[in-house]
């Protein structure tokens, strides 16, 4: 009986001796709001000098999803601070079971740290919340055009801080969507699109705001842009009242300089009447129209990947409104306006 308790004792102290990576807690959040991206901070002492080799598995958690299985490293001392990153995606939730070891080590050398229950706080937001939260969110840009007879569409492009922006949405808009985003936890960024009544003056919604602990309002005022730049979010067609206006002023200072040249008689000047003429004649050429081949999409907006609204069923052709790279500006039968790849366009 004795030998078997010093071949225990034995064991145990050889494996204790054998133990190379010590963990402990350091940074753990008291509270999370459900849809958070939050960080824990663990503390990792290693007795040897191969540091660069240690690996960290997680194992039983839930209510969370992980966002970074090589920490953030920070040394301090002899000790390593190792931070990593999660989203809480239910109301219950438990930290992982995180455990450390070095790769090519035997089982008894790895060390594991026992994951705790986490307090999950779940939002209860008005209907105008927009799914995002956030230590910061901002609009950096937004333009508005008509969409149709009876919508307006707004595309904007927002910059945010320790966020999860691909939930981004919103209640009782007609039609929306995600164009591109930015695929990182702390500063991502998106562009989104949302297509709205005609009677709005303004569009507003509200995030949450983790550092002041509060829902903030976002207010993007509707301002129908009518410039004809060919820009991403250019989407109104070519406004044919303005057209008409510079058809008349063009005819007017052609006769304009008529009565000049022929009060003067100088008939020299009866040339410079030919430039405006010219230009009324640009003007008065009818949109070109463009061959959409058959099974072809129809984006919301030019870019690549983005939301496509329409797919030709037939080969058929459509006013051309305007062209940037690789997109050609079109105007529906519906009067609506879309996007299509110029490789979609038939070639004769």
């Not at 003067?264 to 061959?291: G, S, W």
Request: aromatic share 12%.
């Amino acid at each position: 009986m004795k030998i078997l308790l010093l071949l225990t004792l034995l064991l145990f102290s050889t494996l204790h001796a054998n133990k190379v990576l010590y963990l402990s807690n350091v940074e753990i959040p008291d509270r999370v709001v459900k849809g958070e991206v939050f960080s824990i901070t663990i503390k990792t002492i290693s007795t040897v000098q191969n540091t660069n080799e240690i690996k960290y598995k997680f194992s039983n958690y839930q209510g969370l999803k992980a966002l970074n299985f090589v920490p953030y490293r920070k040394q301090v001392g002899k000790s390593y601070l190792e931070t990593f990153y999660f989203l809480a995606t239910r109301e219950r939730a438990k930290l992982p079971d995180i455990t450390a070891f070095i790769a090519g080590t035997p089982d008894y050398e790895k060390t594991t740290l026992v994951g705790l229950p986490l307090n999950i706080i779940a939002l209860n937001p008005k209907k105008n919340f927009s799914n995002v939260i956030a230590n910061s969110f901002e609009l950096q840009e937004y333009k508005t055009t008509s969409f149709d007879t009876t919508h307006n569409i707004i595309v904007f492009t927002a910059l945010a801080k320790n966020s999860n922006l691909s939930v981004i949405k919103f209640k009782n808009v007609f039609k929306q969507g995600i164009e591109s985003i930015k695929k990182s936890y702390f500063s991502p960024k998106v562009t989104y699109f949302i297509v709205i009544n005609k009677d709005l003056e303004k569009f507003s919604f509200s995030y949450f705001n983790l550092v002041k602990n509060r829902f903030m309002k976002i207010t993007i005022p509707i301002i129908l842009d009518d410039d004809s730049v060919a820009t991403q979010t250019d989407l109104k067609p070519k406004d044919q009242s303005k057209v008409q206006l510079k058809m008349k002023l063009a005819g007017a200072v052609a006769l304009v300089v008529l009565i000049f040249a022929i009060w003067r008689r100088k008939y020299i000047y009866l040339i410079l009447v030919l430039i405006p003429l010219i230009y009324i004649a640009y003007l008065a050429i009818p949109a070109q129209d463009v061959c959409i081949k058959q099974g072809s999409n129809i984006y919301l907006l030019p870019v690549h990947n983005g939301t496509i609204f329409e797919n030709t069923t037939t080969q058929y052709t459509l006013p051309k409104e305007g062209e940037v790279t690789d997109f050609t500006k079109v105007k529906l039968k519906n009067e609506k306006i879309g996007w299509v790849k110029n490789e979609d366009i038939c070639t004769y």
